[in-house]
């Protein structure tokens, strides 16, 4: 569906809680974090795993998803219970 939505050039808002989602499909990102803005602009400015870690308390390992798409792999940051 975020493909076809891309494909038709149309302005589209969409809240997404998978970041290799919105790294894939969205033009511009918006992350939040404790009701206000932490990050705006281009997916691979702002998906940048050290804000990734603060925001969502995860690490994240940034991969190549083989056709020029960025990734990311997930672990629970250190310290964070199983």
Do not use: C
């Given at each position: 569906?975020?493909?076809l939505?891309?494909?038709?050039?149309?302005?589209?808002?969409?809240?997404?809680?998978?970041?290799?989602?919105?790294?894939?499909?969205?033009?511009?990102?918006?992350?939040?974090?404790?009701?206000?803005?932490r990050?705006?602009?281009?997916?691979?400015a702002?998906?940048?795993?050290?804000?990734?870690?603060e925001?969502?308390?995860?690490?994240t390992?940034?991969?190549?998803?083989?056709?020029g798409?960025?990734?990311?792999?997930?672990?629970?940051a250190?310290?964070?219970?199983?």
């Amino acid at each position: 569906m975020l493909g076809l939505l891309r494909e038709q050039g149309l302005a589209t808002l969409v809240v997404l809680h998978d970041l290799n989602l919105a790294a894939r499909y969205a033009d511009r990102v918006v992350v939040l974090h404790e009701g206000r803005v932490r990050a705006d602009g281009a997916p691979a400015a702002v998906l940048d795993p050290t804000l990734i870690e603060e925001v969502y308390a995860v690490r994240t390992e940034p991969r190549d998803a083989g056709d020029g798409a960025r990734q990311f792999l997930f672990r629970r940051a250190e310290g964070e219970p199983a």
